[in-house]
């Protein structure tokens, strides 16, 4: 009897601490009103007028919000060293950007705040406003780890003037590699080339601007669980693309070398008329749209062998994990990537808000339409599926492919070479 | 007698040597603690951080002497090594003729000299970005003053950056332009050399020449030595002019064909792209050995070529 | 034994030198100076023409060598950016100069001075040390150090910067070693028989025979305090802290590059360390030197 009650008091006492602790763990969890407050760090690598976003939205965010204080931290250069080292010592801001490049390594540390159950518990808050080959790039594993902040994928420009005068047919949705090779000959002269690739800046090696071309041939520089080189770096559609792209430069010299490109120093070479045709990225297209009378026009990439294929450069914001204030972050975090601040940064990049981009006409505009219409068929990028893909694939593709180019290696040899010493440096890691 | 009880009992304490000693010790105390404070937890944790791994987002983990025995087997740190002490061999004599000889010629007019020495000054006040755009622009190999200028003599330039034998000669040449700091440091020596001397060599019947050989260089040798050690130093960790050009245009470290992959290039691209820098420390303290043994070396020779006063 | 000081270094046997091989020889160092000093400025003209010029321009082919029309509003736009407010970072990097050179120049001579001049045990040991320090390569002390001041509580403030230069720095401590120790000994030996402490000999003997070398010092240490971009880029967290070098770094972007502003800024941001340059270098001219031993 005596024991039966001792049990009772003791089961009494232990529900009752039960409850207690429920209650304070519902408050401790993401509810819709809770906001936050307090002061939030944030940090960009953007410098310059490129700011202006930012402290707009800041602005606007502590007039809507004024319990939270938001604190831009900007580091104009040299951005990952102070992060490093903000993170080595413990005072990371409470929310910073992430380059593609970076998310898995990142994701894998456990650096970044996991967001699914912020997602699932904020009614306001839908990733479906997001493209979803876009907001992919923020998740690892199924796991969304980070919200967009701008991104641009590789885009065809041409010279609509060279075209009219060789008479050509200007590129449409259907072009090919074939129709892309056989314009850029006809286009190339004495004086001018035919296509620049992979990077309006002229560098040859820029893996992300090749990638494409692996995806329009079926293939990639590694498998997709991240843990095989070998047989897909040096596999027949890899050798195949490879050869596609260096063939341009040295059997048909349609397009300028590097040593070409750096013997006009620095001098853009799509603005002045030199190059016909250049694959790159969204960034030059603002300085190039207001110049008067130059006459160009967008297209998305020709399709390969194995049909389109793409990627994204992107950028996203993510939740330390270390953060002592996740409410007031979040609140910040879904203002500046789907709320009312992804309206600033529209301004200056591509967002990857839908109804945004809808709102400002892109789907509509000149330059913009062509490029934002090929957002499907977008390939991962080697970062995102190896953590280590920057040293153990990367590294070595672009050294041997630069053995290719400036030393006839040829690309069989060469990237076999490459994904034996790829592979090597993967396994290392996976031991 | 009194005088000198008084002398026998301050003896054992404050002896002349012990006083100096004392006030030795009182001297560099700041600089001792400065360094026991700020400098030798940082030391003594990128040590330990040599044997482990450390991605800095996490822990460090302990590996022993893993990261030293890859060293020896990672072909790159033999190449970049190479490259290092191939720039420095060039560089550094290079940079101390030139310093040395404009400090001759400043040392040498007496009109405007002011805006001379200005002049000379300048290239080390250009910041490093500015610099590196200013030099791919002077070494372009179609319109760039450097092949103009060679091409008077006929003489067809190579490709410079873009060419992967060329590349790190034109960053040799590069460093010559910035000289400024040394040259003034022969400039502050050479005005410390009596002049007197110089005329009574005059009488005497020396020549130019030979006043140089005899008068200017051994009372410079100090400040030679001083020049020599920090140039080998700082050459030995060349870092921004190598990586604001190679990476300039094109991505890759090093590029082209890793002709300009320096050490401490190396060293960074493990440290901040791959995030290993446990062995980018270790690769630290080999290249520390490396440093060291060299500089024993010229301190070793230096007793036969360095007079002080 | 006497030693004559004076300010000048004295006009002797001036008239002798009128020959034909000492004109001939004249000739030749003018030649040589105009020529080289105008191969150094020569980078000088070409940023100041970009800086005048238009963006597009400086992309032109065939490239263009003089502005069209000479854009003089690039220097409005970076110094009236509301992005970049120059004049609190020059602000910043005034404090960081003066606190900084005094402390570097204070702290260095005096243990330049014990290193070149007193016997003691482990001297030579202390010195080992000091040298090595300049060896080991920054690049790995720059985390730890960041995680040092951070547990100090130093972050975004000067301290980490300003602090550290009162306890001496080893390239100035080496150099300043070097000059003292070709000053003969036997002018503080008097000195100290006439009744001189150390400190006495240090600043009333010592420095006033090393103003070209304690000037270059403060030369270097200007022109490094001024470019220096990682350190305050690493301590300092805020945009209303940060120097003119990173200042810089906002028109020199991770991707984007304005060079026409960066060039306007950087000519700009030079004049300050040239025109102090100017200043000082009237230290080798005017500077005390000896004109030698006698006796």
Not at chain 1, 241 to 253: G, M, P, T
Not at chain 3, 193 to 208: C, T
Not at chain 3, 237 to 249: C, P, Q, R
Request: a negative charge; one cysteine or more; charged letters at 15%.
């Amino acid at each position: 009897m005596a024991t039966q009650k001792r049990l009772l008091i003791a089961l009494t006492i232990v529900l009752t601490f039960m409850s207690l602790m429920a209650n304070g763990a519902i408050f401790q969890l993401p509810v819709a009103d809770a906001q936050g407050s307090g002061t939030i760090r944030v940090t960009t690598w953007d410098s310059g007028n490129a700011l202006e976003p930012f402290t707009n939205a800041i602005a606007a965010f502590e007039a809507e919000y004024p319990d939270i204080n938001v604190e831009l931290e900007p580091i104009p250069q040299e951005y990952g060293t102070k992060l490093l080292a903000q993170i080595a010592a413990g005072t990371a801001p409470d929310i910073f950007q992430v380059g593609d490049g970076d998310v898995a390594r990142f994701a894998r540390e456990g650096m970044m705040e996991p967001l699914d159950s912020w997602i699932e518990n904020d009614p306001d808050f839908s990733m479906d406003v997001f493209f979803p080959g876009v907001a992919s790039f923020g998740q690892v594993g199924g796991v969304t780890y980070l919200l967009t902040k701008d991104y641009s994928p590789l885009v065809l420009y041409y010279n609509k003037d060279h075209f009219d005068a060789a008479g050509l047919e200007y590129p449409n949705p259907d072009w090919t590699w074939d129709d892309l090779l056989n314009a850029a000959k006809a286009l190339t002269t004495a004086d001018r080339w035919g296509l620049m690739i992979p990077a309006h800046w002229g560098d040859w090696l820029w893996t992300r601007g090749i990638l494409p071309l692996l995806a329009q041939n079926g293939t990639h520089l590694l498998s997709e669980d991240g843990l095989t080189v070998e047989g897909i770096m040096n596999s027949e559609a890899t050798v195949e693309a490879i050869q596609w792209y260096v063939d341009l430069f040295k059997v048909h010299r349609v397009a300028p070398t590097r040593q070409d490109v750096e013997s006009f120093a620095g001098a853009d070479l799509f603005a002045n008329g030199i190059v016909s045709m250049v694959w790159t990225g969204r960034w030059p297209l603002k300085d190039w749209r207001v110049i008067d009378g130059f006459n160009f026009g967008t297209m998305g990439l020709p399709a390969g062998p194995a049909g389109e294929g793409n990627t994204l450069c992107w950028a996203g914001f993510a939740i330390n994990a270390a953060s002592q204030n996740k409410e007031a972050a979040w609140t910040f975090l879904k203002y500046i990537a789907a709320g009312d601040g992804a309206k600033e940064f529209a301004n200056y990049a591509f967002t990857a808000v839908q109804p945004i981009a809808e709102a400002q006409g892109l789907t509509e505009d000149e330059y913009d339409g062509p490029i934002i219409a090929y957002l499907e068929n977008v390939a991962p990028i080697p970062e995102a599926l190896s953590p280590y893909a920057g040293e153990c694939v990367v590294t070595p593709f672009q050294q041997h492919l630069e053995k290719i180019l400036l030393e006839d290696m040829p690309v069989q040899e060469a990237l076999d070479a490459a994904a034996a010493e790829a592979q090597a440096c993967l396994d290392g890691y996976s031991q | 007698m009194a005088v000198s009880s008084r002398i026998q009992l301050r003896k054992p304490f404050l002896t002349t040597k012990r006083r100096e000693a004392l006030i030795f010790y009182l001297l560099v105390a700041p600089w001792v603690i400065g360094f026991l404070v700020f400098t030798l937890g940082p030391i003594l944790f990128s040590l330990y951080v040599s044997f482990t791994q450390w991605s800095m987002l996490s822990q460090p983990v302990w590996v022993g002497l893993e990261n030293y025995r890859n060293i020896f087997q990672d072909p790159d740190i033999g190449h970049s090594l190479g490259i290092t002490a191939k720039y420095s061999l060039a560089s550094v004599p290079l940079r101390l003729v030139v310093a040395l000889f404009l400090a001759i010629l400043l040392n040498e007019a007496t009109i405007a000299v002011g805006l001379f020495r200005t002049a000379f000054y300048l290239p080390g006040v250009v910041a490093s970005v500015s610099v590196a755009v200013l030099w791919q622009w002077i070494f372009n190999p179609r319109f760039g003053p450097f092949n103009a200028a060679l091409r008077l003599f006929g003489i067809q330039g190579p490709s410079w950056f873009s060419d992967p034998n060329w590349a790190i000669w034109g960053l040799v040449i590069m460093s010559a332009w910035g000289v400024g700091g040394e040259m003034l440091i022969f400039l502050a020596g050479l005005k410390g050399i009596p002049q007197t001397l110089y005329e009574a060599a005059e009488i005497d019947g020396a020549g130019r020449l030979q006043r140089f050989l005899r008068i200017t260089l051994p009372i410079l040798s100090p400040t030679i030595f001083f020049n020599l050690v920090m140039s080998v130093i700082g050459s030995f960790q060349t870092f921004d002019s190598a990586f604001v050009i190679s990476t300039a245009r094109a991505g890759a470290i090093g590029s082209p064909l890793k002709s300009t992959l320096f050490y401490m290039l190396y060293l960074y691209q493990n440290a901040f792209s791959f995030l290993k820098m446990g062995y980018a420390a270790a690769m630290a303290w080999v290249l520390f050995i490396v440093i060291v043994s060299i500089t024993y070396l010229i301190n070793r020779t230096s007793s036969r070529w360095v007079f002080y006063g | 034994m006497a030693i004559q000081t004076t300010s000048r270094p004295a006009p002797v046997a001036r008239r002798r030198e009128y020959n034909l091989g000492n004109i001939l020889h004249k000739g030749v160092v003018y030649a040589l100076l105009i020529g080289l000093s105008l191969l150094f400025l020569f980078p000088f003209f070409w940023m100041i023409l970009s800086a005048l010029k238009p963006e597009h321009q400086i992309y032109r082919w065939p490239p263009q060598w003089f502005p069209d029309p000479i854009q003089w509003s690039n220097f409005a736009d970076v110094f009236g950016n509301p992005y970049l407010p120059f004049q609190v970072f020059i602000k910043n990097t005034l404090i960081l100069e003066v606190g900084m050179i005094t402390g570097r120049l204070l702290s260095c001579t005096l243990v330049a001075y014990g290193f070149a001049r007193l016997e003691a045990p482990g001297r030579d040991l202390i010195f080992g040390i000091l040298l090595a320090t300049l060896m080991l390569p920054g690049a790995v002390l720059l985390i730890p150090r960041f995680i040092l001041f951070s547990q100090m509580g130093w972050i975004n403030t000067f301290n980490p910067l300003i602090i550290p230069a009162w306890f001496g720095e080893a390239y100035a401590i080496f150099l300043m070693r070097q000059f003292f120790r070709t000053i003969p000994k036997e002018l503080e030996e008097s000195a100290i028989v006439d009744g001189a402490n150390r400190l006495q000999v240090i600043f009333q003997i010592i420095v006033p025979l090393s103003i070209p070398v304690v000037t270059v010092i403060g030369i270097l240490s200007f022109k490094d305090i001024w470019n220096d971009f990682m350190g305050p880029l690493l301590y300092l967290n805020e945009v209303s802290k940060y120097t003119v070098a990173v200042g810089l770094a906002y028109l020199n972007g991770q991707f984007d590059t304005q060079m026409n502003l960066l060039m306007a800024a950087s000519v700009t941001l030079m004049m300050p360390t040239l025109i102090l340059f100017f200043i000082a270098q009237r230290a080798f001219v005017e500077g005390i030197t000896m004109t030698g031993l006698k006796g």
